[in-house]
């Protein structure tokens, strides 16, 4: 690799850590859907787009679009993005290094002098975390044509619409269908870092998603009664609604950590009215499972009913529970994830490590139009959504020398891109008959 991109490496990580400083929230890096600090951001990059001879807009759904482009004026069109905005005391990294990552590279194909007969469009979306509106991929839904009238009409803590958060932007939500992808566009690519600690663990820089891992997100509410603490016997006179949540609790554990491929996760319990001389009345749960598998999943949920149901029915307490998300895995499109695992491998000399994400990215909402790849980076500490997020410098040079290579890849190998264009084709007929 050459010191040229050891350079262009440390610029990313520069402008990354520039762009956490634009915050809603001083001393800690907080940028949610269309926030005021996101002009700033949008200034940033539209700098960066237009040295490096991109043209640069804002859609309707609040997401920065520049594009570099190809050597003919109806080339077809890569898309490379990520999201700007973040969770509440973020790092630095999630979601922004993708959108740097792809001007980054528009910036060195732009000094070296080359075209391709391919476009480049890099997309930063206004929103993926779902923490203004507890909804989230606004931005990335807008782009396969999915923001409707529901969406923009949800509100936030202040009583405020997404639809009126545009406007108050300067943006109309009625240019929103305007926003949708360039029929051009054959493929997506996100570049983000792993957010977890395999990589790290393995001593290796690089990996290649081969799926997003499906998610169900449930609630299990215990109902017993509440009681005095020292008058109320043990045994069958207690009806401790903490000790039942407590023993399916450990069974969640359990049971995943039985099952290859599956997480799971009680991640808070509600006690309304504890205090610590009273017997638990209630106890809400909430339960986070995880599969590349959707069999492997959907049977998770189905035992952990089963089992809640159960322990319930054993300590005299009652059960409820309700489904808030039950999203199905993604699986990256084989020939796009091949020559990105391919391009990786020519870089680093060792054959590519393939990951499924844990986490929901915008790739799993793009994948539904257009085939799509991911490649992650490294999370020192497997540390993320903490203001100690990092990256490595070498991991970010070796991500964009792979990236280069993939984009040569593309140039140079003329079927690929036919085969890729086909398989957009194929991926908006099957959506539009869906």
């Known amino acids: ?23 809603e929230v001083p001393g800690e890096t907080t940028r949610t859907f269309l926030a005021p600090s996101m002009r700033q951001v949008h200034k ?4 960066w787009m237009r040295n490096a001879g991109m043209s640069d807009q804002i859609d309707a759904a609040g997401s920065l679009r ?11 069109r890569l898309l490379i993005g990520s999201h700007l905005d973040t969770v509440a005391n973020a790092g630095a990294f999630d979601g922004i290094l993708g959108v740097v990552m792809g001007v980054a590279l528009c910036e060195e194909l732009a ?14 979306f206004s929103e993926e975390e779902g923490v203004r509106f507890a909804k989230p991929f606004l931005g990335s839904l807008a782009l396969i044509g999915e923001l409707d ?3 923009l009409s949800r509100t936030d803590a202040n009583g405020i619409s997404v639809a009126q958060a545009i406007c ?3 943006l109309d939500p009625n240019d929103i269908a305007n926003a949708v992808l360039d029929p051009a566009v054959f493929g ?33 509410t215990f109902t017993g009664h509440t009681n005095h603490a020292g008058t109320t016997p043990m045994g069958v006179l207690r009806h401790d609604a903490l000790a039942a949540g407590a023993a399916w609790v450990v069974e969640v554990e359990r049971y995943a950590a039985e099952t290859p491929g599956l997480v799971a996760t009680v991640g808070k319990l509600d006690i309304p009215s504890a205090a610590g001389n009273v017997i638990p009345g209630k106890v809400v749960a909430t339960l986070d499972v995880r599969s590349p598998q959707d069999a492997t999943r959907v049977a998770a949920a189905k035992h952990l009913v089963a089992f809640a149901e159960s322990v319930a029915s054993a300590r005299g307490v009652t059960l409820q529970h309700a489904t808030s998300l039950d999203q199905s895995a993604v699986v990256m499109d084989n020939t796009l994830a091949s020559a990105l695992a391919e391009s990786v491998s020519r870089v680093t000399g060792n054959p590519a490590r393939t990951l499924t994400s844990g986490a929901g990215h915008d790739a799993m909402i793009l994948a539904r139009r257009v085939p799509s790849a991911m490649l992650f980076l490294r999370t020192p500490g497997g540390l993320s959504h903490h203001p100690d997020e990092a990256v490595l410098v070498e991991d970010v040079e070796g991500a964009l020398a792979a990236g280069l290579e993939f984009l040569a890849r593309l140039r140079d190998d003329k079927a690929m891109l036919e085969q890729l264009v086909r398989n957009a084709h194929a991926y908006r007929h099957e959506a539009a008959h869906a």
Do not use: W
């Open 188 to 220: 997506y690519v996100e570049f983000h870092i792993e957010q977890g600690p395999v990589l790290e663990s393995e001593g290796r820089a690089l990996a290649v998603v081969d799926a997003i891992a499906g998610q169900t997100r449930m609630t299990f």
């Open 1 to 23: 690799m050459s010191a040229g991109l050891h350079a262009r490496a440390q610029d990313v990580i520069a402008r990354c850590r520039e762009i956490a400083r634009c915050t």
């Open 149 to 151: 009238d529901a969406m």
């Open 111 to 124: 000094a070296a002098g080359k075209t391709m007969p391919y476009a480049i469009e890099v997309a930063g």
């Open 44 to 47: 940033l990059f539209s700098g």
């Open 168 to 170: 108050n932007f300067g």
């Open 66 to 76: 520049g594009v570099l482009a190809g050597d003919v004026a109806d080339a077809p």
